[in-house]
């Protein structure tokens, strides 16, 4: 397996293929001065970036183009007007085009001449962070804590609890190599979503980019913040850990076993998870594991339950299969987007099979459904045999015997 480094390796000569294709079709200006730009970027967050800068050296210039790269498969082009000292203004309005928060902004110009040859300038990055706040920051290799306000305390809080969920991680899967994790942490679950330009649920308190390698976390009151802390990191940690373990495999992962892997690491599990699991079981009322392959409910009380026994069921893998089968599966979700087809693969059993073993197993009871299966062919049996002789009599009933006067 490469390590990350590696992998960004790769992704940067991989990007620079897709530049160079990208232009490959125009003739370059050979023994040309080379072109560059200075630059000055400023951002509203959330609302626009600007891009001011001046080209150099003043050249016979037919079309100047600015790209903008704000994610490995989201490349913008955009015409640049020059004035006569091949200044440039360009606005981004991020209220169309939204960008995730602390992610890296690439940017460069392509210079198309009137004799039809073009020239690339370097390329340049820029790291679009939360400017709303006032930033502390304190690093302990790989890992870099960001929080809001003037106190020094809650770094050193932080650190110990990030080191723990590498720990319980570590349990349940193998960790590769880390660096430059960045973990910023809200003042409330309000403000993190604000930040956050996606479709996302009013109870939504963290969040994960894996492939920036950074997490979001909020903590609201004092007395709970050490609580929240030890559910949040190792829950957002475990996600980021998945996707660098597969990182193709990653979006096609089923989000049951993503949030049961995440959840069941956190320190300071919810305690209310395992009376809503009960409940659910002796009403019959647990969701259909095939029904959480793409998505959670958007009900407050179907969100509890559907962490509830994706935990449950997870830990009920790790238990009785073992950390390898669970690595094994995860490795087999790769360029697969059928959610079924791999557990069978990998358990050999289905996913509705494995889910009723973990029932009995864990609550000692079998669901009426499944129930119902196992018992229906004597069912059949037994309607037989008691049906049987009432067709008989009935039959006998319709068509007497001759009495003997009547031969």
């Given at each position: 397996m490469f390590d990350y480094q590696m992998q960004r390796n790769i992704a940067s000569l991989f990007f620079l293929l897709i530049l160079f294709s990208q232009?490959?079709?125009?003739?370059?200006?050979?023994n040309s001065e080379a072109i560059d730009f200075v630059s000055d970027i400023s951002y509203e967050f959330?609302?626009?970036?600007?891009?001011?800068?001046?080209?150099?050296?003043?050249?016979?210039?037919?079309?100047?183009?600015?790209?903008?790269?704000?994610?490995?498969?989201?490349?913008?082009?955009i015409p640049l007007v020059l004035n006569a000292q091949q200044e440039f203004f360009y606005r981004l309005d991020l209220s169309t085009d939204p960008i995730t928060p602390f992610s890296t902004i690439h940017y460069w110009i392509e210079i198309q001449h009137n004799d039809g040859t073009s020239q690339l300038s370097p390329i340049k990055a820029f790291r679009y962070l939360d400017n709303r706040n006032i930033w502390m920051t304190k690093s302990s290799y790989p890992f870099i804590i960001h929080w809001q306000g003037d106190s020094s305390q809650l770094g050193q809080t932080v650190l110990p609890i990030v080191q723990q969920s590498l720990q319980a991680i570590q349990t349940v899967l193998p960790v590769p190599d880390l660096t430059d994790i960045d973990i910023f942490i809200y003042n409330s679950p309000g403000d993190l979503r604000e930040a956050i330009p996606i479709n996302q649920s009013d109870w939504m308190a963290a969040?994960?980019?894996?492939?920036?390698?950074?997490?979001?976390i909020s903590i609201t009151d004092p007395p709970d913040q050490i609580i929240q802390m030890k559910r949040q990191i190792p829950h957002e940690l475990m996600h980021l850990i998945l996707w660098k373990i597969s990182p193709d495999a990653y979006d096609q992962i089923p989000v049951w076993l993503k949030e049961g892997l995440a959840t069941?690491?956190?320190?300071?599990?919810e305690a209310e998870y395992y009376t809503i699991l009960q409940n659910a079981v002796n009403t019959n009322s647990l969701i259909p594991f095939s029904e959480l392959c793409t998505s959670f409910p958007q009900d407050i009380g179907s969100v509890y339950l559907s962490y509830?026994?994706?935990?449950?069921?997870?830990?009920?893998?790790?238990?009785?299969?073992?950390?390898?089968?669970?690595?094994?599966?995860?490795?087999?979700?790769?360029?697969?987007?059928?959610?079924?087809?791999?557990?069978?693969?990998?358990?050999?059993?289905?996913?509705?099979?494995?889910?009723?073993?973990?029932?009995?197993?864990?609550?000692g009871v079998v669901s009426i459904s499944h129930a119902l299966n196992a018992f229906t062919p004597w069912l059949v049996v037994l309607l037989l045999v008691l049906i049987t002789p009432v067709l008989l009599f009935a039959t006998f009933s319709n068509h007497p015997i001759p009495s003997q006067d009547e031969k």
């Amino acid at each position: 397996m490469f390590d990350y480094q590696m992998q960004r390796n790769i992704a940067s000569l991989f990007f620079l293929l897709i530049l160079f294709s990208q232009v490959s079709a125009r003739p370059f200006q050979k023994n040309s001065e080379a072109i560059d730009f200075v630059s000055d970027i400023s951002y509203e967050f959330g609302d626009q970036i600007s891009f001011t800068g001046k080209i150099s050296p003043l050249l016979d210039i037919h079309q100047a183009i600015l790209f903008i790269q704000t994610s490995p498969v989201n490349t913008s082009s955009i015409p640049l007007v020059l004035n006569a000292q091949q200044e440039f203004f360009y606005r981004l309005d991020l209220s169309t085009d939204p960008i995730t928060p602390f992610s890296t902004i690439h940017y460069w110009i392509e210079i198309q001449h009137n004799d039809g040859t073009s020239q690339l300038s370097p390329i340049k990055a820029f790291r679009y962070l939360d400017n709303r706040n006032i930033w502390m920051t304190k690093s302990s290799y790989p890992f870099i804590i960001h929080w809001q306000g003037d106190s020094s305390q809650l770094g050193q809080t932080v650190l110990p609890i990030v080191q723990q969920s590498l720990q319980a991680i570590q349990t349940v899967l193998p960790v590769p190599d880390l660096t430059d994790i960045d973990i910023f942490i809200y003042n409330s679950p309000g403000d993190l979503r604000e930040a956050i330009p996606i479709n996302q649920s009013d109870w939504m308190a963290a969040h994960v980019d894996p492939e920036s390698q950074v997490m979001l976390i909020s903590i609201t009151d004092p007395p709970d913040q050490i609580i929240q802390m030890k559910r949040q990191i190792p829950h957002e940690l475990m996600h980021l850990i998945l996707w660098k373990i597969s990182p193709d495999a990653y979006d096609q992962i089923p989000v049951w076993l993503k949030e049961g892997l995440a959840t069941t690491v956190e320190l300071s599990p919810e305690a209310e998870y395992y009376t809503i699991l009960q409940n659910a079981v002796n009403t019959n009322s647990l969701i259909p594991f095939s029904e959480l392959c793409t998505s959670f409910p958007q009900d407050i009380g179907s969100v509890y339950l559907s962490y509830a026994q994706s935990a449950s069921f997870t830990r009920y893998l790790i238990q009785n299969y073992g950390s390898q089968k669970l690595l094994d599966l995860i490795h087999s979700f790769n360029n697969n987007s059928d959610c079924l087809t791999p557990i069978k693969l990998t358990y050999g059993m289905g996913l509705d099979e494995l889910s009723q073993n973990w029932i009995k197993d864990q609550f000692g009871v079998v669901s009426i459904s499944h129930a119902l299966n196992a018992f229906t062919p004597w069912l059949v049996v037994l309607l037989l045999v008691l049906i049987t002789p009432v067709l008989l009599f009935a039959t006998f009933s319709n068509h007497p015997i001759p009495s003997q006067d009547e031969k």
